[in-house]
């Protein structure tokens, strides 16, 4: 399935109880280039969206009253996809060398419409099959969440 146009969006905004709220908003901008993703329409949506949910995850720890806004602007997973023969799959396979995760992102927050920190991230773990990962190998997408995770909590927790 080939997306229709040059901007996919997802957006999630997570609610908190009380007066202010924080949300997190984030767009998958032009998906189709991404420089890795798999190649069914359906495998590549299971990805983005299982991206936006650890997104606003990670945005529930923001204090009320700030919003993140996030643009994913490129993806490349950890691994290679090998083309595989069983159940007509591609099977992906992490050696830990040249193959690390990287994703390209926008992302500005704000709290009462002042922009409190923004930029342009080349979030990436070459090391990612080092030390210990606390989610467990039949977690999807480990490796990029716990980079995200990494990148969260130096650029915006407090």
């Given at each position: 399935?080939?997306f ?13 109880a ?41 945005g529930?720890?923001?204090p ?21 023969t ?7 396979i ?16 704000e ?11 080349h979030?990436?773990?070459?090391n ?15 490796y ?15």
């Open positions: 399935m080939k229709k146009s040059s901007l996919y969006a997802i957006v999630a905004v997570v609610t908190f009380g007066a202010a709220h924080a949300s997190v908003t984030v767009k998958f901008i032009d998906p189709d280039k991404y420089g890795d993703m798999p190649f069914a329409a359906s495998d590549k949506k299971d990805v983005m969206d299982d991206l936006q949910k650890h997104f606003e995850k990670l529930a720890a923001l009320a009253g700030q919003d993140l806004k996030i643009d994913v602007l490129d993806i490349d997973l950890a691994g290679r996809v090998e083309p595989g069983r159940a007509m799959r591609d099977l992906r992490m050696r830990g060398s040249a193959d690390w995760p990287v994703i390209k992102l926008r992302y500005s927050l709290s009462n419409g002042k922009v409190l920190k923004s930029g342009d991230e979030v990436a773990d070459q990612y099959m080092m030390g210990f990962n606390h989610y467990n190998s039949g977690e999807s997408l480990r990029e969440k716990q980079m995200l995770d990494r990148w969260f909590k130096k650029t915006l927790a407090h």
